[in-house]
């Protein structure tokens, strides 16, 4: 599981995606430490968002600038999981957006209570310093459902929570869940109790083939039925949908097919996964903005796979292998979006917003608009 990834279950690949006004400085709260440092142009826009919107949208960014081009009039987050950019910071606070920085740890240094407290002191002390809203907490390694991490992972997320809102007003803290909370990836997680310690839960629903237990072959990456069972079994616990924000990916699985039949069925590697004899790993993540330039020389066209609701093509290598592309565009984004409305999600967001064209080209910016236009289709009726 080395090669980098476009997704956050493996190691985290770092690749690119008006002046400020004082229109909305009506949502900031009293400056923290809003001072001779601040880094804006306004010393107000160091202040920390206390607005709660309606609707979250939810945005994790790995870096450069593409930010300048994101669709402002809908972000509500965004999450730095690239290198601190304080111009995003001092933008985002002019539109009333948070920002907020990632959180991971070792589990097995959470353990320790005397660890999660310094833990959380220099990522609050980060946070002031940054002028930052508050954090994401991204931790997807393997617990034990009978391990001290269990507990001590609940614990952490409480502790932060607390330490957060009592420093900073207004500050928001969420954690990033799996697509189901069936173990996935032996993930066993309280995560009853990790929505009640936090502001709201990040599902991941994508990356849902890293544990493939059928047969070999290539499929979506977020399929719409087995994305949907997901939150119902979330809900089915307890959880309140309000506590749910919805992760769609703006990526996709490029799988080079040992076989690939008449009827478009890619049989693939056997790479195992956490114990399962198969997973998507046997393929590479490609960004939406890829995907868009390569489907045009694709050997069959842009398909769509009912059984999933989710498109795909098929291309031949130079050396003349045969791939498989699964991905998601506006289209099976817009029904899983759907949902949200329907059961009352808090919101919805993606992995990553650079996987997107920003160069302005007509086509690719005809594209990029389209899919953060499907992030609004949960308003309509």
Not at 199 to 212: G, K, N, T, W
Not at 319 to 347: E, M, T
């Amino acid at each position: 599981m080395s090669q980098p990834q476009l997704g956050r279950r493996r190691p985290l690949a770092r690749q690119p995606c008006g002046a400020p006004g004082l229109a909305l400085l009506a949502l900031l709260t009293l400056p923290l430490a809003a001072g001779a440092d601040c880094p804006c142009p306004e010393p107000e826009l160091c202040r920390p968002i206390r607005h709660r919107p309606d609707f979250e949208v939810f945005v994790f960014d790995v870096g450069q600038k593409t930010w300048k081009s994101y669709d402002w009039s809908q972000i509500t987050t965004v999450a730095i999981f690239g290198k601190y950019d304080s111009e995003l910071m001092c933008y985002a606070h002019s539109r009333g957006a948070r920002v907020v920085l990632k959180g991971d740890v070792s589990l097995k240094d959470i353990i320790d209570p005397t660890f999660r407290a310094s833990w959380i002191a220099q990522k609050l002390d980060l946070a002031k310093t940054q002028y930052m809203d508050g954090i994401n907490i991204d931790i997807e390694q393997e617990v034990d459902c009978s391990s001290p991490e269990y507990d001590a992972l609940t614990a952490l997320v409480k502790e932060t929570t607390d330490s957060f809102h009592r420093e900073i007003e207004g500050s928001q803290v969420t954690f990033d869940v799996a697509w189901s909370p069936k173990n996935i990836d032996r993930r066993c997680y309280n995560y009853t109790g990790i929505a009640d310690a936090c502001d709201f839960l990040f599902v991941m629903s994508y990356d849902e083939q890293s544990q493939v237990w059928s047969e070999c072959i290539a499929a979506a990456n977020a399929p719409y039925n087995q994305t949907l069972t997901g939150y119902n079994d979330y809900i089915k616990m307890g959880i309140n949908p309000k506590k749910l924000v919805m992760g769609v990916p703006w990526y996709g699985y490029d799988y080079t097919c040992l076989n690939l039949s008449q009827d478009h069925v890619c049989t693939i590697a056997k790479v195992p996964f956490r114990g399962a004899p198969c997973s998507d790993a046997a393929g590479h993540q490609v960004p939406y903005k890829m995907i868009m330039k390569q489907m045009n020389s694709s050997i069959s066209g842009n398909q769509w796979d009912k059984d999933q609701q989710a498109p795909y093509y098929n291309y031949k290598d130079p050396a003349g292998h045969f791939h498989q592309v699964w991905y998601d565009n506006p289209r099976s984004i817009s029904l899983k979006a759907a949902y949200i409305q329907n059961y009352g999600l808090r919101g919805i967001g993606m992995w990553n917003a650079n996987c997107l064209d920003y160069s302005g080209d007509a086509v690719a910016k005809q594209q990029t608009e389209e899919m953060w236009n499907a992030l609004k289709l949960k308003l309509q009726g």
